[in-house]
């Protein structure tokens, strides 16, 4: 089916095929089935009648996808133009940008300025795959020890993390998006919760079990991921500053 709405109020629906039941909410509650080959136009006052071809040229099948061919090619020249301006931010420690790697390829080359030769990525397990749009790159990690392995030097007084992430499912407790192997007095943890709720969590002793909840220190968000937004691309952002112990969270640009 077409539809049209205008700014003013007025609108017009036409069945190309199939059957779109209309219904208009109110005090005057109406419900209208139109069958293929039919259409009505609502002006703006609200009143209906029929019409037996449509005002408007909608588009096509082939003309949305040509639309959208050229509004993705337009993101991903404007995504790649600001991932160029932060690869220059000298306060970046480790970005993995997953853009120009071979697919047999188990290296992810940090773009940070001034990296340490450590901080490049080991592929363990996971597979390349397609990221937001075409020809952009992205991990797809499915086995249960698909990971990136890193080396990240130093301490830090305080932190951002952020990725954009396509949940499939978030089948444990605590599932994890940077993480350390180190059980260490001071170690972080950014994680998604079961709930799709965004967890960063610092150790306050040196613990291999993590099972007295008064090792942890952990601030958990309101669900950012929630289940109508599975297999969706999201930013996600978690900022910690040690110093005075504040902690936010963000999803796509917003505090959660």
């Given at each position: ?13 036409f ?5 779109v ?19 009505i ?42 991932d ?12 993995f ?7 047999d ?115 958990i ?8 937004r ?9 900022v ?17």
């Amino acid at each position: 089916f077409g539809m049209e709405i205008a700014r003013g109020g007025e609108g017009e629906v036409f069945v190309y095929k199939g059957l779109v039941r209309l219904t208009r909410t109110g005090l005057q509650a109406v419900q209208r089935d139109l069958q293929e080959g039919q259409g009505i136009r609502i002006d703006a006052a609200g009143q209906v009648r029929s019409v037996s071809a449509p005002a408007a040229n909608y588009a096509t099948v082939s003309e949305l996808a040509r639309l959208q061919q050229g509004e993705t090619r337009l993101r991903l020249a404007a995504w790649r133009e600001a991932d160029s301006d932060l690869n220059r931010d000298p306060s970046l420690l480790v970005r993995f940008d997953f853009e120009e790697h071979a697919q047999d390829e188990r290296i992810l080359r940090n773009r940070a300025p001034n990296s340490a030769a450590s901080t490049v990525g080991t592929l363990v397990g996971c597979q390349w795959s397609d990221g937001r749009w075409p020809d952009k790159g992205a991990l797809e990690f499915k086995g249960v020890g698909d990971r990136v392995r890193l080396m990240v030097p130093g301490e830090m007084q305080a932190l951002t993390f952020s990725a954009w992430v396509r949940a499939g499912s978030l089948s444990h407790r605590y599932n994890a998006l940077l993480v350390s192997d180190s059980y260490r007095r001071g170690v972080v943890r950014w994680q998604l919760t079961q709930q799709g709720q965004l967890a960063l969590t610092q150790l306050l002793v040196d613990d291999e079990s993590l099972a007295d909840p008064a090792s942890t220190q952990r601030v958990i968000s309101a669900p950012a991921i929630p289940l109508e937004r599975m297999g969706l691309w999201v930013h996600v952002v978690s900022v910690v500053d040690f110093r005075t112990g504040a902690v936010a969270h963000y999803v796509d640009g917003k505090p959660v």
